[in-house]
């Protein structure tokens, strides 16, 4: 049985008392465990040929992707195709199982429509994912793979490097993390020097990983608290090594004098409205730095149609989302999309492509 996005939005807006009083790791979990038993309700399917889009060799039915964190180790990908995402990103996953940080780890900021997580790339590594993509072979909708690394290797590059190997020939695309800021010295690899190498190894060895499949396209997922050199080089390395795309934004470790709620001290990256207006900022600036040579992926802090809209103008080709989906549940996918639909067209957009960028100087 089918439902329209607006009732499932509508049923989670009632649940929600309940909801909240769990544990948030706790709701996740369950969530994880109830589209895995195919319990949740599938929205009817919207199709608005104003939202696809061809993309790497790849046709997007929309434009709204599952942001990294969600599906961490690969098991919900296709429920979450069906609540309406145009694609899921899975991940982050470590080659090897490994627990993350301890609980608590993950914090609901509802007064501020955000969340702050330290899960520290909990994973249950490449194999157990590896299994549950095989078994896709190809089907049910586009499905990226976000490739993170064990807390203790020291190789870092080499972590990435068995990631593409393993992931390559399973993935539609796969993204390069060094932006999470719950693993120590993760982001130092944003740095010109040890970036060109990691993008150069990356890339020969998915080359190599699939010289009998489709390559897969290559991403750099990035922090939104960097500096302007920071951003400078990223985009300079970026172009020089031929990757395909940049992922803008990860967590920030700001904090805000906005906040209200709580938590809003805890260790972490924070996600969500707050992490709006930097982010998007900062896709604008990669945007105009790229001279749009680089198909970007906004996100941070979409709650919204007009959210996913000021992304695309901003010039992300393509949007993520997460956080907004603690608090409106998987089915708000419909809803996004049905609105930056309506906004596409009465901005006289044929298109989304149309729309990329157009909100730059
Ligand atoms: C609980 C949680 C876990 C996350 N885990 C990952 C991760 O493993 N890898 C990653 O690249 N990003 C991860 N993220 C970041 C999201 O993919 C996204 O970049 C960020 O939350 C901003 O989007 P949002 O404001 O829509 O949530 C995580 C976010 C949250 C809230």
Known sequence: MSYTSQSILRFYQLAWPLIRRLDAEFSHGLAVKALEMGVVPKPKKVDNSVLQQRLWGLEFPNPVGLAAGFDKDARVFKPMLEQGFGF???????PQAQPGNPKPRLFRLENDGAVINRMGFNSEGHEASMARLK???????????????????????????????????????????????????????????????????TKAALNAATTLSVTPPL??????????????????????????GLIVTNTTIERPDTLISPHKGETGGLSGRPLFEASTRVLSEIYTATKGQLPLIGVGGIEDGQG????????????????????????????????????????GFACVADAVGQGTA
């Open 88 to 94: 899921v990103e899975v991940g982050s996953i470590t």
């Open 135 to 201: 078994k896709r072979n190809g089907r049910h909708g586009i499905v990226g793979v976000n490739l993170g690394k064990n807390k203790l290797t020291e190789d870092a590059v080499a972590d990435y490097e068995i990631g593409v190997r393993n992931f390559g020939p399973l993935a539609d695309f796969i993204v390069i993390n060094v932006s999470s800021p719950n693993t120590p010295g993760l982001r130092a690899l944003q740095g010109p020097e040890i970036l060109r190498e990691l993008l150069t190894r």
């Open 308 to 347: 996913a809209y000021q992304k695309i103008l901003a010039g992300a080709s393509l949007v993520e989302l997460y956080s907004a989906m603690v608090y409106q549940g998987p089915a708000m996918a419909g809803r996004v999309n049905q609105q930056l639909a309506d906004i596409l067209k009465a901005e």
């Open 219 to 244: 991403l750099l997922k990035i922090a939104p608290d960097l500096t302007d050199e920071d951003k400078a080089d990223i985009c300079a390395v970026a172009i020089e090594c031929d990757i395909d």
